[in-house]
């Protein structure tokens, strides 16, 4: 997210760490614990993700999130109860559709 904010959101990156600890205060942070690098790992090598992509899927199932909102991972990508949906696709995903309020 640092980079994001950097790169495409135009912040410094003191603006972009402290949104980041402003974050980090409003919200639970997830540790990368040993078991989800492991998991990371097979992620990489059984299905050719990036090593952080694999280690942000991984930390995210295990929390039990639902949905894992990424323009750069590939649309529908399911795996530990886990979807990836990208959220500027011209066609919203209807977990995330609920999550906006635009469907009942």
Known sequence: M???LVRKAGRSRGDARAAMLGWGDAFTVV???ADAMVK???LAADHGLAIRDA??????SSAGCRLLLSEDMQ???TWGGLTVVNPFADEKHELLAILLGERP
């Open 2 to 4: 640092f980079n994001v």
């Open 31 to 33: 540790p990368t614990t």
């Open 40 to 42: 990371a790992m097979d």
């Open 55 to 60: 280690v942000v899927l991984s930390v995210a």
């Open 75 to 77: 649309e529908g990508f």
